[in-house]
């Protein structure tokens, strides 16, 4: 029988969370994505990834199930893993899977196991920074979103993205550097970056990946289900192996008239005009445009990220709505080739504000052109009735 050599390397996968704000009714790491859960999900990546001994960090009480799932994603390599029960912050279940590493290990990566989809080469990017001489090294994505600093509900102003980043997992470390952070640290850290950097260390970062997002939320849930359901999804090699083409998708929104306030619609202010009903300001062109992108990535609707159950949308305009899901289809691979809209109403007359507004909206979606058109349908319908506004969109989306 072979005997799998000592690794240097050791993974302590952080699977001992609830999952409250995914709202499962069970520990987060054993809900399914689809016919496995997400802890099986992110035990695949692990141990495609370079040899390592892997230690879950699970609930305490669900020890054997963890032991299942890392037994089953280990193939033959069942001797490199171990579980041990968790702590009540993730601080302290970290600190139970440094415990139960072997000796020999001298390199430690400490991954989410809520990153379910992070593909391998993130873990090899991490292992080969340390082993060139950091300290340690984690992952990063550039910030998207325009970040404001604010108190209350007052905008003080802009923070530069340039000198942003949004931090991941796989995070790396020299055992020793990790061993003895834990060992200084007086009270708890967002991460463990943090609190390696508190004991006086330099952290490099390398690149990180869109699908290395943490799934926390039932919409984060949602976008794992939907990416691993598309047949030519922008997955780890393990998963798919499809040459990803451009993808078109298609959206439609109906608001009618009877709103509170100023219309809003393609973006813009129509002063004068009675408003549209809706859970955001109704601007059905906009929805409609969120729906196509969606679509088009296989990232579910506009219901799934900006529903009524997140309430930060009510009132919103384009913008918002807009910038956001560009942000989510960059965080999944993709980039909008274009979008073309037809919106049909008898009210507001739409030719002269068209350029206006096809820039906006562009503007919105980080420069991609967006083309509107509008009919009157020769009055025909509610919308030629003027009971209200409908609007139609097709997007193209190309992998990044």
């Known amino acids: ?55 879950v960090v699970a609930p305490p009480g669900r020890e054997g199930d963890a032991l299942s799932e890392a037994l089953a994603a280990s193939g033959d390599r069942r001797d490199l893993v171990s579980v041990v029960a968790g702590g009540g912050t993730r601080q302290a279940s970290v600190a139970a899977g440094l415990q139960a ?21 993130v873990f090899a990017r991490v292992i080969a920074a340390v082993e060139d001489g950091a300290a340690g090294a984690i992952p990063v994505l550039p910030v998207i979103d325009t970040i404001k600093r604010v108190a209350g509900d007052e905008i003080l102003g802009a923070v530069d993205r340039a000198e942003l980043a949004a931090a991941q997992t796989p995070q790396g470390f020299r055992r020793d550097v990790l061993d003895a952070a834990y060992e200084a640290a007086t009270r708890d850290y967002t991460d463990d970056a943090a609190l390696v950097a508190e004991a006086g260390h330099a952290v490099a970062a390398v690149p990180g990946h869109p699908l290395a997002f943490k799934i926390t939320t039932a919409a984060d849930l949602d976008r794992a289900r939907h990416l691993l359901a598309a047949p030519t999804a922008h997955l780890p090699a393990r998963l798919e192996n499809t040459p990803l083409p451009p993808r078109v998708g298609v959206g439609t929104d109906v608001h009618a008239f009877g709103g509170e306030g100023a219309l809003w619609l393609a973006g813009l202010e129509w002063p004068g005009e009675p408003a549209l009903s809706g859970h955001s300001d109704g601007d059905a062109v906009a929805h409609a445009i969120v729906d196509a992108l969606l679509s088009a990535a296989g990232l579910g609707d506009i219901g799934t990220h900006f529903g009524t159950d997140h309430p930060e949308y009510a009132g919103a305009h384009a913008d918002a ?27 507001p007359r739409f030719a002269a504000r068209r350029a206006e507004a096809q820039r906006v909206l562009s503007e919105a979606l980080g420069g991609a052109p967006v083309s509107v058109t509008a009919t009157t349908t020769d009055g025909l319908g509610f919308a030629g009735r003027g009971e209200g506004v409908s609007a139609f969109a097709v997007a193209l989306v190309i992998p990044a």
């Open 101 to 121: 590493l072997w000796a020999d290990v001298d390199i430690v990566l400490v991954h989410d196991a809520a990153r379910a989809l992070t593909p391998p080469e």
């Open 1 to 55: 029988m072979s005997i799998t050599p000592v690794p240097r390397v050791g993974v302590i996968v952080v699977a001992a969370g609830s999952g409250t704000r995914l709202g499962a009714g069970e520990p987060k790491a054993f809900v399914g994505i689809d016919g496995r859960s997400i802890l099986r999900h992110a035990l695949d990546g692990v141990f495609d990834a370079p040899s390592a001994h892997v230690v």
């Open 321 to 347: 709505f807009l910038t956001r899901t560009a942000g989510l289809l960059g965080e999944a691979g993709w980039r909008i080739g274009n979008v073309s809209v037809q919106v049909q109403m008898n009210r």
